[in-house]
């Protein structure tokens, strides 16, 4: 079954329920994300095969028949790499029958996973260079039953130090989720006072310095924004903010997916890191605290790997340092199989691809 209509009201609880919440879902397989790209111009194709749920976006060529298909990350549903790769034949399958030229999918597959590989090169499926920042991704397990105690003791000694010297320096951590909204937020957790809107335009602006500051680069802030209220409001988006005397010094924008969290963006004001080294630390811990409560399997710590290349950081790399902090807490660097796209149409995919520079290039 497929449908091009975006689900509302039960049917759309269904579809998040089985592409978001489950093992192996992830947000950019939501109702939410699909209307956010829908949008842009994307044209959200919801693809449903027995339990597994697909969302494929299309973008038609300009002034040309045919165009280019995106599968999100999160087409991984229970079973592993052949339920994976089973999910993209039928997707792929689908999408070329609907006139599309080229399929690109970004399936969260271990690299490890023989079936899902096997898949990819049945069906033609060639790497590409990733579309979203990082590929790999550093991961804390969090096994049935996890106590907060123990995997408190197995975070390194230097950042438990500065996890206890920020909480004696009575730095807030205020939860903004709305899936707590006007309730209790939980040990070790503040209430927000600003409205969801506000603190995330608050912390787009901390990001966007942290970007200047290490020489990266975000979108526009109108569709950063704008996703994450969206995200927010399903309940997918979860705000951590640091707070020094209700003055914000730094954030941690985490996605409630998959039965696990996943660190999205983290960012400080550079003035305060000496007065309070440990902000991003405490921000981490309340974090894998939070997984721990929602019974998650994993608290992903995100990834720490840049283009073009994308390899694990050794010694010397910009990246580091970022490594070192997350692997503190006890994760472990876990290889993804990454971006791929299978090209049926060589010729349309040229002429679309010139079309489609041609009218960004007029837009500007």
């Known amino acids: 079954m ?27 397989q939501s109702i939410a994300w699909a209307e956010h790209r829908a949008r842009s111009g994307w044209q959200p194709l919801f693809v449903a095969t027995g339990d597994v749920r697909v969302l494929c976006l299309i973008r038609p060529w300009p002034r040309l028949p045919g165009g280019s298909a995106y599968i999100p990350r999160g087409h991984a549903p229970p079973g592993g790499g052949a339920a994976a790769g089973k999910a993209l034949r039928e997707a792929s399958t689908l999408l070329e029958a609907d006139g599309v030229d080229v399929v690109a999918a970004d399936a969260e597959v271990p690299a490890s996973d023989a079936d899902y590989r096997a898949t990819l090169d049945q069906l033609g499926f060639r790497p590409i ?15 049935s039953g996890a106590d907060e105690a123990a995997a408190f003791e197995h975070i390194a000694k230097s950042s438990r130090q500065r996890i206890r010297q920020a909480e004696r320096a009575l730095l807030t951590v205020v939860r903004h989720d709305s899936r707590v909204a006007g309730g209790e937020p939980g040990e070790g957790f503040a209430a927000p006072r600003d409205e969801i809107d506000v603190a995330l335009d608050r912390f787009y602006d901390l990001l966007l310095a942290t970007g200047e500051r290490l020489h990266f680069s975000f979108g526009p802030r109108a569709s950063f924004v704008t996703w994450w209220r969206a995200a927010h409001a399903a309940g997918h988006l979860v705000l951590l903010e640091a707070h020094v005397e209700g003055d914000p010094i730094a954030g941690l924008v985490l996605y409630r ?28 811990w309340r974090a894998i605290q939070l997984a721990i409560r929602e019974g998650c399997t994993e608290m992903d710590l995100g990834g720490v790997d840049v283009g073009p290349d994308h390899r694990e950081p050794g010694e ?38 010139l079309t489609a520079r041609a009218a960004r290039i007029v837009r500007r």
């Open 257 to 284: 997916h998959g039965e696990r969290l996943s660190t999205v963006h983290s960012a400080d004001r550079a003035e305060t890191r000496r007065g309070h080294p440990g902000a991003l630390h405490l921000l981490r």
């Open 129 to 143: 260079e990733e579309i979203q920042p990082s590929r790999h991704r550093v991961s804390l397990a969090l096994p």
């Open 316 to 353: 010397g790399d910009p990246m580091a340092g970022l490594y070192e902090h997350k692997r503190s807490f006890g994760a472990r660097w876990v290889e993804m199989t990454g971006a791929h796209e299978r090209v049926t149409k060589p010729l349309p995919y040229a002429l679309g691809r």
């Open 2 to 28: 497929t449908a091009r209509s975006v689900p509302s009201g039960e049917e759309a609880r269904a579809w998040d329920a089985l592409a978001v919440e489950r093992p192996g879902g992830h947000v950019f």
